[in-house]
């Protein structure tokens, strides 16, 4: 065959290629017009979309705020010409959509993957069920009652190095401390791991952490991120496989130190003898009927998925409440006195005192309704869902729930932007829609940590009251949220802290 000849037929070859593949995409794209037809929203551009709207980062909620008030219930938002949403930004349009057990879309969380893996936030059917009934044992009560002082002395840390931090400066940006006291957490309580990572300042994972969390908002935007091959040349791609090899090495460590030490066989003895098994000793030694374990990939991919929504994800619930709390000093002193009442003269809280925590409850739940630590969830419809109004949402749709607007929708809110935790209160609470308040999801795919997180802050919050008196750093920029998987600030988050004179040290 003469060179011409394999040169023709290649370029045949590209042509037809690329025939097909517009053909796909313009096909794509008629159906998903069809599909969000009934649904108006803001005029794409022809090309972007609306993601030129979407930009600056930091002004992305002025602006989907506004399209929520013109488009009550739902709204297509198009990432480019070919890859379109539906925003969801009203309870009842939320609940059908929870209800279900539609799978993970394949926009936002397959590109988590290469770094969490499927465990059990991305898993679907009877995996995702085997799982969750694997791990739900992990969570009960007389577990996460062990976990108290644990967290207590995690936090101690970090108001030790707060009061160091005072003496020298104005201020504290709360972000990386919150962070590691909630990783050295984490990894004492479901790993039995001491890290001493606060101290020792080892703070790698985090940083990873925050970079993946970056680059993974950053790719929904970036149109090179819409294709794996693209992406996978361009420098974004090469940050994000270096910031997941970060990430791997650490849970790695963890996973091989304690199958090294599970192989001595008095270490499975004193298994028993704990009160109870942590979470790496049920992925490690759990059988199913046949009895077969998870594999090491499985384990690998529970592994980085607590490790990452164990502590990430409760960093940002506490930030925020602390931030809040500086703001509105009369409710942090409400919470202050509460706390004070409950212990008496003891300076450290107990398992016992969480459920006496009711005014600190309310404020808790009120920062979760304007910083709702997960801003939003979504899913990749496997049949239609028609919505209470008749419109319906036709299989094969991506739809994003977000927990954000509907925690601000004025008509489901009075004065969505009043910090106002009496909202809580039982009586205010009795006429509310079920889905109106959803910082941890619904339905069958909920937060199977939800205990925990509401634990940890509750225990976060005591501790820091009883030692500090907070305020904000106005001569900083104040937090701007911007949902980069968990709600983030653009501008950190600045408190000044008083060391309380009364305060047992
Ligand atoms: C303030 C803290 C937290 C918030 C606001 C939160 C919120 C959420 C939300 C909204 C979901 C649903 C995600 C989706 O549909 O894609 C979820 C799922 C999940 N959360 Fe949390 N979470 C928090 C803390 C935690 C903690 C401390 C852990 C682990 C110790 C955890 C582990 C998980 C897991 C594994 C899932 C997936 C569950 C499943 O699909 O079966 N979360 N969380
Ligand atoms: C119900 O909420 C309103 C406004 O948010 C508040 O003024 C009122 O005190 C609350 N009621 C109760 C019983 O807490």
């Known amino acids: 065959m003469d060179l011409s000849r394999v040169w023709h037929l290649a370029a045949v070859f590209c042509l037809t290629y690329i025939l097909i593949k517009v053909i796909q995409l313009h096909r794509g794209r008629q159906m998903l017009l069809k599909a969000l037809n009934s649904f108006p929203g803001p005029a794409p551009h022809w090309l972007y979309g609306n993601l030129r709207e979407l930009s600056p980062i930091s002004a992305i909620y002025r602006k989907v705020e506004r399209w929520s008030c013109l488009y009550p219930f739902a709204y297509p938002l198009w990432f480019g010409r070919f890859t379109a949403c539906l925003i969801i930004t009203h309870p009842d349009y939320a609940k059908p959509v929870l209800a279900g057990m539609e799978?993970?879309?394949?926009?936002?969380?397959?590109?988590?993957?290469?770094?969490?893996?499927?465990?059990?936030?991305?898993?679907?059917?009877?995996?995702?069920?085997?799982?969750?009934?694997?791990?739900?044992?992990?969570?009960?009560?007389?577990?996460?009652?062990?976990?108290?002082?644990?967290?207590?002395?995690?936090?101690?840390?970090?108001?030790?190095?707060?009061?160091?931090?005072?003496?020298?400066?104005?201020?504290?940006?709360?972000?990386?401390?919150?962070?590691?006291?909630?990783?050295?957490?984490?990894?004492?309580?479901?790993?039995?791991?001491?890290?001493?990572?606060?101290?020792?300042?080892?703070?790698?994972?985090?940083?990873?952490?925050?970079?993946?969390?970056?680059?993974?908002?950053?790719?929904?935007?970036?149109?090179?991120?819409?294709?794996?091959?693209?992406?996978?040349?361009?420098?974004?791609?090469?940050?994000?496989?270096?910031?997941?090899?970060?990430?791997?090495?650490?849970?790695?460590?963890?996973?091989?130190?304690?199958?090294?030490?599970?192989?001595?066989?008095?270490?499975?003895?004193?298994?028993?003898?704990?009160?109870?098994?942590?979470?790496?000793?049920?992925?490690?030694?759990?059988?199913?009927?046949?009895?077969?374990?998870?594999?090491?990939?499985e384990v690998r991919a529970e592994v980085d998925t607590f490790m990452f929504e164990g502590h990430d994800t409760t960093a940002s619930g506490i930030s925020w409440l602390l931030y809040c709390l500086a703001q509105n000093p009369e409710h942090q002193q409400r919470c202050r006195e509460e706390i004070k009442t409950i212990l008496g003269d003891r300076d450290t809280i107990e398992w016992d005192d969480l459920n006496k925590m009711t005014y600190c409850t309310l404020c808790i739940k009120e920062t979760l309704r304007l910083y709702p630590a997960v801003p939003g969830v979504s899913r990749e419809l496997s049949k239609p869902v028609t919505f209470f109004d008749g419109k319906t949402l036709s299989e094969g749709s991506w739809a994003v729930i977000s927990i954000h607007l509907i925690h601000k929708n004025p008509s489901i809110w009075d004065n969505p932007e009043v910090f106002d935790p009496l909202r809580f209160s039982p009586e205010n609470m009795s006429n509310r829609h079920s889905h109106a308040f959803l910082p941890f999801s619904a339905g069958p795919r909920n937060c199977i940590g939800q205990q925990f997180a509401m634990n940890e802050m509750k225990v976060a919050l005591a501790m820091t009251l009883l030692r500090f008196e907070l305020s904000l750093d106005l001569s900083k920029p104040q937090p701007v949220p911007i949902p980069q998987i968990v709600l983030r600030s653009h501008t950190g988050i600045h408190l000044c802290l008083k060391k309380l004179e009364f305060s047992a040290a």
Request: proline letters at 3%; aromatic letters at 12%; glycine letters at 4%.
């Open 103 to 297: 799978p993970k879309d394949s926009y936002g969380y397959r590109n988590i993957i290469p770094w969490i893996g499927k465990g059990l936030l991305v898993l679907h059917g009877p995996k995702w069920a085997q799982h969750r009934k694997l791990l739900t044992p992990g969570f009960h009560f007389s577990v996460l009652k062990s976990y108290v002082p644990l967290i207590v002395d995690s936090v101690k840390v970090m108001l030790n190095k707060w009061e160091e931090l005072i003496m020298q400066e104005k201020s504290v940006e709360l972000s990386e401390h919150v962070s590691l006291m909630t990783l050295d957490s984490i990894m004492k309580c479901a790993f039995s791991h001491n890290s001493n990572c606060q101290i020792y300042k080892e703070n790698s994972y985090v940083q990873a952490v925050f970079e993946l969390c970056f680059l993974l908002y950053a790719r929904m935007f970036y149109i090179v991120g819409q294709s794996d091959f693209l992406y996978w040349f361009s420098p974004h791609g090469f940050r994000f496989r270096k910031a997941c090899q970060v990430a791997h090495l650490h849970t790695e460590k963890i996973i091989k130190e304690r199958k090294k030490a599970l192989k001595v066989e008095d270490e499975l003895q004193k298994i028993e003898k704990k009160r109870y098994l942590d979470f790496l000793d049920i992925l490690l030694c759990s059988k199913d009927e046949n009895g077969i374990g998870l594999s090491d990939e």
